[in-house]
């Protein structure tokens, strides 16, 4: 009887995925079928718009302006450029844009103060929640007046697996298995932790603005995530399967307690005692909460890699080997073209698809897509004019936008608003000033002079007002092209 209910759940869970899947073969707005005219006007009045960066990779080095040391400081080979000084002109400017237009507002992105690590070892211990809880009262009480919109975390996951699974993002740790560089950690039981004590953390923060400083400012509260979206390689159920675990492991881990309350079941019994568990009273504050999602959205294909073998590789080790991903679908074709990052492969639809789920699976929350864009390597031999026609990018926004817009009009995805990333070209955590994804061009030779590249004009011609625009019915089609997938006797893109 219990395995009986165990099966009919993971079938049940299978279903919700394909039922996201399957919602795509509605009447669709194609990527190749973008008007001309296409802008901001064919969104909700009330649809925000902006552009997003990040303190860290703007604000300069440490100790020379005051700024204390953070794990990335320890952790970075690469001196951070002196952005110091554009910075604060950027910071005055975000402070008069909040007390009149609004600001969304996050307050910790993938690194804390190195102090907390010598101390405790950060994350790592429980004592960082109440630390996180004071750090985000004094925040509260100084800029409550001005912010309305507040996220406890940006990219949780970068944090649980790029920095203690695979030791590429501070402070670094993992398995020497996983990473020779890493000098101390452990894969099969740090990021799972790190992941619980954030989860925490964030209770425990919503809690403290929702009962004493909501009612004074009126603001929301919620989190960033960052996820892939897996695809299938076909309609096999393992397939199914493989993509919904790694799904489950990369962004049910964060949606699922937030909302249900429990970790994923997948996660659970792949895990077992290695996962930290939640007490009633930690329940009583995770759920009905508002969610921000900061998309940057690579897809991959996920093939069943014999998930029988996996707790046959737990009884011997205590690791987790997922489903294979590859990049290619089974005919050889790359799934989208590979911008700089390694990891990343342009796919619009895929924000299309993962709006969907998320609405399918998570009782449909708002959502703001916090941060959407795609880098270029940095080029030290190309002129300032070539680098700013940057056409590629401009595509990227319109065909991920056009998407976006997909899932709010024929799915009714509670989707509120849409911030490209990133302002300003700036410092990419583990791969430096390689890599290019503003919106202007920073000339780290001369004084860190700016420039708008064309994306940046595109982007204020796409905000400019104009009178709404209906929908019309010429610009949606049936899924059903040559480049089309079938799953049963649906098509998926």
Aim: net charge negative; with cysteine.
């Amino acid at each position: 009887m219990v395995m009986a209910t165990k099966h009919s759940l993971q079938l049940l869970a299978m279903l919700i995925f394909l039922i996201s899947l399957l919602a795509l073969t509605k009447p669709t707005m194609a990527d190749d079928d973008i008007p001309e005219d296409f802008s901001s006007s064919y969104f909700p009045d009330d649809f925000i718009f902006g552009t997003a960066t990040s303190a860290y990779q703007i604000e300069g080095e440490a100790t020379t302006k005051g700024r204390g040391p953070s794990v990335w400081d320890t952790f970075s080979k690469e001196t951070q450029k002196e952005y110091w000084m554009a910075a604060m002109e950027t910071l005055q400017l975000i402070s008069i844009i909040a007390s009149k237009i609004g600001a969304f507002c996050y307050y910790f992105s993938l690194g804390h103060s190195s102090s907390l690590e010598d101390k405790y070892g950060g994350f790592l211990s429980r004592d960082i929640v109440y630390d996180y809880y004071e750090y985000a009262n004094l925040l509260f009480e100084e800029f409550g007046d001005r912010v309305k919109y507040w996220m406890t975390f940006n990219e949780p996951w970068s944090l649980s697996g790029f920095s203690y699974d695979y030791g590429v993002f501070a402070p670094g740790r993992c398995s020497s298995w996983v990473n020779r560089q890493c000098r101390a950690g452990n894969s099969a039981t740090e990021p799972y932790i790190v992941a619980h004590h954030l989860l925490l953390s964030h209770a425990a923060v919503v809690q403290l603005y929702r009962e004493k400083f909501k009612p004074i400012h009126g603001g929301q509260i919620g989190i960033t995530l960052f996820t892939f979206w897996y695809e299938p390689l076909s309609n096999e159920p393992a397939d199914v399967e493989a993509a919904k675990t790694a799904l489950d492991f990369m962004f049910g881990l964060w949606m699922d307690p937030m909302t249900y309350g429990t970790y994923p079941r997948t996660v659970r019994d792949l895990v077992g005692d290695r996962l930290p568990k939640f007490t009633d009273e930690n329940l009583s504050f995770l759920e009905d909460h508002m969610i921000f999602l900061g998309y940057n959205i690579t897809l991959h294909i996920m093939q069943n890699q014999m998930l029988q073998l996996i707790q046959i590789i737990l009884d011997t080790k205590p690791i987790i080997i997922l489903p294979r991903l590859v990049t290619y679908d089974y005919d050889g074709n790359l799934i989208g073209p590979q911008a700089y990052s390694s990891w990343f492969y342009i796919f619009p639809k895929g924000i299309r698809h993962l709006l969907n789920y998320t609405k399918d699976t998570y009782n449909n929350p708002v959502i703001y897509i916090t941060e959407n864009g795609v880098d270029n390597n940095n080029n030290e031999t190309q002129p300032i004019e070539e680098a700013l026609q940057d056409e590629f990018r401009i595509n990227y926004y319109r065909k991920h936008l056009w998407n976006a817009l997909g899932s709010l009009k024929n799915y009714s995805v509670n989707v509120k608003g849409y911030f490209a990333w990133s302002y300003l070209d700036n410092f990419e955590w583990n791969i430096g000033y390689t890599s290019r994804f503003g919106l202007y061009y920073v000339d780290y030779k001369d004084n860190l002079k700016r420039y708008p590249k064309d994306s940046a004009k595109w982007f204020t011609k796409f905000l400019k007002h104009s009178p709404k625009k209906p929908l019309q019915s010429n610009k949606i089609y049936e899924v059903t092209s040559r480049n089309s997938r079938k799953v049963g006797k649906y098509y998926i893109m």
